[in-house]
């Protein structure tokens, strides 16, 4: 399908490229697995039950909270450079088609060398984003302690429309893998 993501269903981080587009500073990604630390954390957006809930409007939001103390009247485009506070610079790479960012650390921030991708997922009509974050940094452990709750806060300013208006559940048989039609994956962690 063409477009802005693409109605994808369940399309892994590690899946997505594009990241050569805003220069040499974008081409790190561990595609062995081999960096020092990987998280992953998963959070539920909304339900497309829910008015306005749609991938792409999800992606938009995401556009305007990519990484913690993002400004929202600023959505990123690729090759858009920012410094986050106490952390320092990162460069943003955009690919609508598959409904993600990623942001990728330059030099002068703490967490360098980094990369971390996060994804609107929408998975038999729960929107979620997966946050993918790889590195090899001086500071692996507390970078991995602290993605839950640092993404689920930022995730927490882009579910903000739709937290207002419950989903709307009905008596259809919901698929396997979802409980109670929502997928309540936590935080993923290996090292």
Same mark, same amino acid.
């Given at each position: 399908m063409a477009g802005i993501c693409a109605d994808q269903v369940m399309v892994p981080p590690s899946a /997505?490229? $594009?990241n050569e587009a805003a220069g040499a500073e974008l081409s790190y990604i +561990? #595609?062995?697995?081999?960096?020092?630390?990987?998280?992953s954390v998963t959070n539920f957006i909304c339900s497309? *039950? &829910? %008015?306005?809930? *749609?991938?792409?409007?999800?992606? =938009?939001?995401?556009r305007r909270y990519p990484?913690?103390?993002? =400004?929202?009247?600023? %959505? @990123?485009?690729?090759? +858009?450079?920012? *410094? @986050? %506070?106490?952390l320092g610079p990162v460069v943003?790479? /955009? =690919? #609508?088609?598959?409904?993600?960012?990623t942001n990728t650390t330059l030099r002068g921030h703490l967490l360098y060398s $980094? &990369? /971390?991708t996060r994804s609107v997922v929408n998975d038999n009509g729960m929107i979620s984003i997966v946050t993918?974050? *790889? $590195? +090899?940094?001086a500071l692996a452990g507390p970078n991995d302690w602290l993605a839950y709750p640092v993404w689920s806060t /930022? =995730?927490? +300013? @882009?579910?903000? #429309?739709? @937290?207002?208006? #419950?989903?709307v559940y009905t008596d259809a048989p919901i698929e396997a893998g979802l409980h109670g039609g929502i997928d309540w994956t936590l935080a993923e962690r290996s090292y």
């Open positions: /997505v490229g $594009g +561990d #595609p062995l697995g081999l960096a020092s630390h990987h998280y497309v *039950t &829910q %008015p306005g809930c *749609t991938s792409e409007n999800v992606f =938009d939001r995401l990484e913690p103390f993002a =400004d929202p009247s600023h %959505p @990123i485009n690729t090759g +858009d450079t920012e *410094t @986050i %506070p106490v943003h790479s /955009v =690919d #609508p088609s598959n409904c993600s960012i $980094g &990369q /971390v993918d974050g *790889t $590195g +090899d940094g /930022v =995730d927490g +300013d @882009i579910s903000g #429309p739709w @937290i207002a208006s #419950p989903p």
